[in-house]
């Protein structure tokens, strides 16, 4: 069974920063493609940004792009999310993900498993 657990989330205002920390467990990460989503009320969970576990392949969404930075530590099954220049249009329930795949995929449904969610909120 695999396990992820998101922490990290805050209220912070806009222009600032947080570091998202995602630990995963129960199985071997060195072949899962790891993302980050989120989702704002009354939207659809979207894609952030993705990472390879093995590989150091990245992608995230233009939203984000030049804001935001994924990174991993193998030796600690732990996936980062690093959002600087926060914006009010961020403030979201931000959501780890897994999948054994090779590609890193933007869909929701492409993720096998899921933390619980962490809450980001951006006053403006």
């Known amino acids: 069974q695999v396990h992820l657990v998101e922490s990290g989330g805050g209220s912070v205002q806009a222009g600032g920063s947080l570091r998202l920390s995602c630990a995963a467990s129960?199985?071997?990460?060195?072949?899962?493609?790891m993302a980050w989503f989120r989702q704002a009320p009354g939207k659809e969970r979207e894609f952030v940004a993705g990472?390879?576990?093995?590989?150091?392949?990245?992608y995230y969404a233009d939203s984000v792009k030049g804001r935001f930075t994924i990174s991993r530590d193998n030796a600690k099954n732990t996936v980062y999310l690093q959002m600087n220049s926060l914006k009010p249009d961020d403030t979201a329930v931000y959501y780890c993900?897994?999948?054994?795949?090779?590609?890193?995929?933007?869909?929701?449904?492409?993720?096998?498993?899921w933390g619980q969610g962490t809450q980001v909120t951006v006053s403006s």
């Open positions: 990472i390879r576990w093995s590989e150091i392949s990245t």
């Open positions: 993900a897994a999948d054994l795949s090779s590609q890193i995929a933007t869909t929701r449904r492409a993720y096998n498993y």
């Open positions: 129960g199985r071997s990460f060195s072949s899962y493609v």
